[in-house]
């Protein structure tokens, strides 16, 4: 069948590592592909990208895109065998200034809308191509929201993704929040198209989906349920969606009085909840509004059209990512508009100030005072969501008529669930990749089965927790709560650094490893929602503090300690190169050098002992665990992606693995004092311990697995095994090594995967029988524990819920990383 295929990543000595592959609709239904080395099988259609006019026009053979250069359009049109389907396709932005309070006060809004800034083509073809557009939301495309001329704000990047053969294409939205949050309110963001109307009014249909397979199936001009009956022939055809019969073989009873029946203009669908949207309708504007139904949770899913073309159009996560909306405009003129909110202007404007008022807290040591009580490391101007971004998925369809019901349902399940091509765990294991720290599940002794059961436990456990504590919004969808209160019988959600995890402890890492080992859908989806949000929302892509991430807090970008831990790109490694997806290349690869974000903030600036210290691009303090990893794999990223900086990438990688081997103790002194220039660490004479149970829980462990099985440097790996073996030995054994022990450490049970690793490596089974004690018997979770949920009901909770209380984030997201390690590397060492 037409594939097309391209790299994304080599392997050191120039191989290939990874690849990314393409299909198009004649995929069909099939549920399993070969791949094979050859000529792959030409597309009837290949899609094709020329540049006219001061356009990018994108010809997929079933459909032709013309794309701005400039301008508000993004799409200036959408045609299908020559009939124009739409056109205008643009970005909308509502503002206002101030938001009121209680019931006083009505506030003016602005009017915003995309400003094309430039437009790459990324790929030509022939299965695929794929266009990227950035810019600006501007006052009438222009202006500027002050009304200065040329000040624009919340900058885009969006693109757009053709298939040959096929009618539909899916758009990646992109945001980035740089206003001011005192002052710059979003009252509502969009995605609009302008769709011609060529049909008489009893021709137009309206479907727009509800739950389930559930559909409103309408007409402009409706002809069923009059009094007046203008024929059976008639009634159907207009609630399939096709061309009515000639008006001439109606009852003249209906068709004298056609022009006394509404036409019903205007369609909004607003999903304000994760648990409730309203549908109404109107004849036009200045009149009221009908309602037209409602429900639970929409599908996010609608088409506006006839029989000579029209467009379907979805945004996916619609009720998840609430507050959202759909809406038709002017279906009964020329043209009508469609909008897909984002935001959806009837909700509250978005409000991303901080949530308190600092409560005194002036200096470092009132701020770690309240650390002490709340958890939450608070700072004077550090709680800003300037920087902060927000991805979402959309998909339209260039319908040459009105669809079947069937095809609608089918086009509704693809806005909800994009088809993913996916290799299976035993071939993706069987390649070696990602670091070899996992292996395909395997039920195969009592003991293995037990652990397996515990880790479909806390999955189906926290996906459960989505739901009933209704986790969900624009900016909050994909993360999970940290800490649980059992006395409230809810989550810390208010409770300072217990509130959102914002990936404390890895639960990405436990997540992705669980899904290569599975293969399970749900697991896949779930996680793919948390890299969408911690990915972006989490981290800050503007500014200072453009390629760090905030720790966990009361909101996502709350808490003062603003660290490379979070912004990582190994919790995006994963789903990069399962799916090609652009956006998360491009996260990553803004990662290459954001080293010189300790330029600007010292991580450690509260309780550094060294007063002293100021930074310096020669001689900057650099740990070897948390901060390191996050350098590490945004190096290692670029380096086998071959992008633009990669073989300066590559440089601070190993001149980074050299001088930590280099440096006395190695992993064990905790850090060390790096040149940006020379992209080393300064190699010291005296011997340092200085060890961190957080260390190596934010992906350290993965990283270096994943660089000794690359890079032959024995020394890095022997300070490596030194740390693994000698974390969670006894202090008497770390005192005969280092000449001191590393004091009270915790998470052992998270470390005993360090133990397996060592045992592995050294093939040493003392340690092998070591690490399972330690998984077994550490501060973890223990088999003893129930492993199963109770269930809560009202008034204990506000939703029915299940309740584990001994049951947090941290724990579950480590007890995971150990379990899944564990198993691949001394599962044979089992007792």
């Not at 309408?218 to 009515?244: H, I, M, S, Y």
């Not at 807290?361 to 650390?371: C, K, R």
């Not at 599940?441 to 926290?462: G, I």
Request: aromatic letters at 12%.
């Amino acid at each position: 069948m037409p594939l097309q295929s391209w790299p994304t990543a080599y392997w050191p000595d120039g191989t290939l590592k990874w690849t990314a592959h393409a299909v198009g609709p004649e995929a069909g239904s099939a549920k399993r592909f070969t791949l094979a080395q050859g000529e792959p099988a030409k597309p009837a259609h290949a899609v094709k990208v020329t540049r006219e006019h001061g356009a990018v026009v994108v010809d997929t053979g079933t459909v032709v895109a013309r794309l701005g250069t400039g301008g508000s359009a993004l799409v200036r049109s959408v045609t299908r065998s020559g009939t124009r389907i739409a056109s205008s396709g643009r970005l909308v932005l509502l503002r206002q200034g101030r938001v009121g309070e209680g019931d006083k006060g009505s506030e003016a809004w602005e009017d915003f809308e995309s400003a094309v800034t430039k437009t790459t083509v990324e790929q030509e073809g022939p299965v695929r191509a794929v266009v990227r557009l950035d810019g600006e939301h501007r006052r009438g495309g222009r202006g500027g929201r002050d009304g200065r001329g040329g000040h624009g704000w919340l900058p885009f990047s969006v693109r757009l993704y053709f298939t040959a053969g096929s009618d539909a294409f899916r758009m990646v939205h992109t945001i980035t929040f740089d206003g001011d949050e005192q002052k710059d309110f979003i009252r509502g963001l969009g995605v609009r198209f302008t769709v011609p109307m060529r049909d008489e009014s009893y021709d137009r249909h309206i479907r727009i989906a509800g739950e389930g397979k559930g559909f409103l199936t309408e007409a402009v001009k409706g002809v069923t349920g009059l009094r007046r009956d203008p024929g059976a022939a008639v009634r159907a055809a207009q609630v399939k969606g096709v061309k009515l019969p000639d008006p001439a073989t109606w009852d003249e009873r209906v068709t004298k009085r056609l022009h006394l029946i509404p036409e019903w203009n205007d369609y909004t669908l607003a999903q304000l909840s994760a648990d409730g949207f309203t549908l109404r309708k109107r004849t036009k504007a200045g009149h009221g509004w009908i309602p037209a139904g409602g429900g639970g949770r929409a599908g996010g899913f609608g088409y506006v059209g006839g029989p000579s073309g029209g467009l379907s159009f979805g945004l996916r996560d619609f009720w998840e990512r609430h507050p959202t909306q759909l809406d038709i405009r002017g279906a009964g003129g020329a043209e009508a508009e469609v909008t897909l909110w984002l935001w959806s202007p009837e909700a509250r404007p978005m409000d991303l100030r901080f949530y308190h008022d600092g409560m005194g807290q002036d200096t470092y040591a009132e701020q770690l005072e309240g650390l002490e009580i709340t958890y939450e490391d608070y700072e004077p101007g550090f709680g800003t969501p300037y920087g902060i971004a927000r991805t979402s998925e959309l998909l339209f369809w260039a319908n040459e008529s009105t669809p079947s019901a069937a095809t609608l349902v089918e086009q509704a399940a693809a806005v909800r669930t994009p088809p993913q091509l996916v290799a299976p765990p035993e071939q993706l294991h069987g390649a070696g990749v990602f670091g070899g720290l996992w292996s395909p599940v395997d039920r195969s002794t009592p003991a293995k089965k037990a652990v397996e059961d515990h880790l479909d436990f806390l999955f189906d456990f926290h996906k459960g927790q989505v739901d009933s504590r209704r986790w969900y919004g624009f900016w909050d969808h994909g993360d999970i709560m940290h800490t649980y209160d059992e006395d409230r019988h809810n989550w810390r959600y208010d409770v300072g650094g217990y509130a959102w995890d914002n990936s404390e402890l890895s639960p990405d890492l436990w997540l992705w490893y669980a899904y290569l080992r599975s293969g399970r859908a749900d697991v896949y989806r779930f996680a793919e929602a948390m890299t969408r949000h911690t990915g972006e929302v989490d981290v800050y892509h503007l500014g200072k503090w453009a390629g760090l991430g905030t720790r966990h807090g009361v909101q996502h970008y709350a808490d003062s300690a603003k660290q490379q831990r979070i912004s990582t790109a190994a919790y995006r490694r994963f789903f990069y190169y399962l799916t090609a997806d652009e956006r998360t290349g491009d996260l990553m690869h803004a990662l290459w050098d954001s080293e010189k974000t300790f330029l600007v903030l010292d991580p450690l600036r509260k309780v550094r002992e060294d007063t002293d210290y100021e930074p310096d691009p020669h001689a900057l303090s650099i740990g070897f665990g948390t901060d390191w990893s996050g350098l590490a794999a945004a190096w290692l990223t670029e380096w086998e992606r071959r992008g633009p900086q990669w073989k300066a990438a590559r440089k601070k990688l190993l001149g980074t693995m050299e001088t930590i081997a280099a440096t006395p103790n190695g992993f064990v002194a905790g850090g060390g004092l790096y040149d940006i220039d020379t992209g080393k660490f300064a190699v010291p004479e005296e011997k340092k311990v200085s060890v961190s149970h957080l260390s190596a829980v934010f992906g350290l462990v993965e990283m270096c697995a994943e660089v000794i099985g690359l890079v032959d440097m024995p020394e890095f790996e022997k300070a490596w095994l030194a740390y693994c073996r000698y974390f969670n030995a006894s202090k008497a054994e770390q005192k005969a090594e280092y000449g001191q022990d590393f004091g009270n450490l915790i998470l052992r049970q998270g470390h005993s995967r360090l133990t397996a690793y060592a045992a592995v490596r050294l093939d040493d089974e003392a340690l092998a029988k070591r690490a399972w004690r330690e998984f077994d018997t550490g501060d973890g979770y223990a088999p003893s524990l129930p492993w199963k949920a109770e269930r809560r009901e009202g008034p204990d909770v506000l939703n029915p819920a299940e309740e584990a209380t001994w049951v947090s984030t941290n724990t579950t997201a480590q007890y995971g990383l150990a379990a899944i390690q564990n198993l691949a590397l001394i599962g044979d060492a089992m007792p």
